[in-house]
């Protein structure tokens, strides 16, 4: 079974860092994509940052320039962020986008981690 677990969430002040981290585990043969999405509250979900296999990344513009998105393999991926304001007050989700499996090709969420930026 698939599963794809967050942690690295906290509480920080403004300007500060943090850094998220998620691990899928399960046997996996591949995954497409990983990406980082956050629901603050009383918003929808909206995606933050994303990476392909072959390394590309896009960000929201909201990130763009404080956020970095890494994997240092094909099943782990990271969000450092820097420079955080009260607006990055969210819960965090990582997403695996085509994960191929025993069960076939499929579509994950974590269970999310918040992160909560002090003024």
């Known amino acids: 079974q698939v599963q794809l677990v967050e942690s690295g969430g906290g509480l920080v002040q403004a300007g500060g860092s943090l850094r998220l981290s998620c691990a899928a585990s399960g046997i996996i043969f591949s995954i497409n994509t990983l990406a980082w999405y956050r629901q603050a509250p009383g918003k929808q979900r909206e995606l933050v940052a994303i990476?392909?296999?072959?390394?590309?990344t896009n960000y929201a513009d909201s990130v763009r320039g404080r956020f970095t998105i890494s994997r240092d393999s094909a099943k782990t991926v990271y969000l450092q962020m820097n420079s955080l304001k009260p607006e990055d007050t969210a819960v965090y989700y990582c997403?695996?986008?085509?994960?191929?499996?025993?069960?076939?090709?499929?579509?994950?969420w974590g269970s999310g981690t918040l992160v909560t930026v002090s003024a």
């Open positions: 997403n695996a986008q085509g994960v191929r499996s025993f069960v076939g090709v499929k579509d994950y």
């Open positions: 990476i392909t296999s072959g390394g590309s």
